[in-house]
């Protein structure tokens, strides 16, 4: 059993679509990482959360604590946010890191 | 900020061999992560440390790998015996105090082992 469930696992849009993609965790979180990782390997952060929801640009990244779910919104989606979107949560015991399998985003023009 | 810096960039060796990859994490940042990412398995936590002091080493694959962070400017992560199945890209990341901040992560090490 996967601590931290993607999905989906690969997803296709349309330049300009709203794209969501979700993240099931079934440990409990100090912290939940939404990561970037580019085409050519490098990884970035987009957002740490703890609770609600936070903005940067197009992005949008939500959580529901009581749920165990989060989600990252792209809007206006362009095909530079073509990546892989990891999703990796902290514990709050013990301090362990899981990740998602990541979800493969390819935007076209 | 230099951000997180790990060399080499690009490690090809031979089965057999010792290989030392190493990170300088951001100042300031009192955490140092190092991951590894293959196809199979996807990104993996091999070990962090928190004030220079190993806090999770569960991640580390066998007594192969071994990491040091010997002050708050360094890390090592070495392989000794290296086998073709370490072959992965390698990446650090540091933050401050884990659950408060960013990952900010290197731009990885590509190791080949053949």
């Known amino acids: 059993k996967n601590e931290v469930e993607q999905s989906p696992q690969n997803l296709t849009a349309q330049e300009g679509e709203f794209i969501t993609i979700n993240c099931s965790y079934s440990?409990?979180?100090?912290?939940l990482h939404w990561l970037q990782q580019h085409p050519g390997g490098g990884i970035v952060s987009l957002f740490m959360?703890?609770?609600g929801k936070k903005k940067h640009g197009r992005l949008i990244a939500t959580i529901n604590i009581q749920e165990k779910h989060s989600s990252l919104h792209i809007t206006a989606s362009h095909p530079r946010d073509s990546a892989v979107y990891i999703c990796a949560v902290e514990t709050n015991t013990g301090n362990q890191f899981y990740f998602g399998t990541g979800t493969s985003l390819t935007v076209i023009p | 900020d230099a951000g997180v810096i790990q060399s080499p960039r690009h490690e090809v060796t031979e089965m057999g061999q010792e290989v030392t990859l190493r990170c300088k994490p951001i100042s300031g940042h009192n955490s140092l992560f190092w991951y590894r990412q293959t196809m199979m398995r996807g990104l993996e936590l091999l070990i962090y440390?928190?004030?220079?002091?190993?806090?999770?080493d569960s991640g580390m694959p066998e007594d192969r790998f071994s990491a040091k962070m010997p002050n708050a400017s360094f890390s090592t992560l070495k392989i000794q015996p290296s086998e073709p199945r370490d072959s992965a890209v390698y990446f650090c990341?540091?933050?401050?105090?884990?659950?408060?901040?960013?990952?900010?992560f290197g731009n990885g090490t590509r190791l080949t082992v053949t």
């Open positions: 440990v409990g979180i100090s912290a």
């Open positions: 440390f928190n004030n220079n002091v190993p806090i999770d």
């Open positions: 990341a540091s933050s401050r105090p884990t659950g408060t901040g960013f990952l900010h």
């Open positions: 959360l703890s609770s």
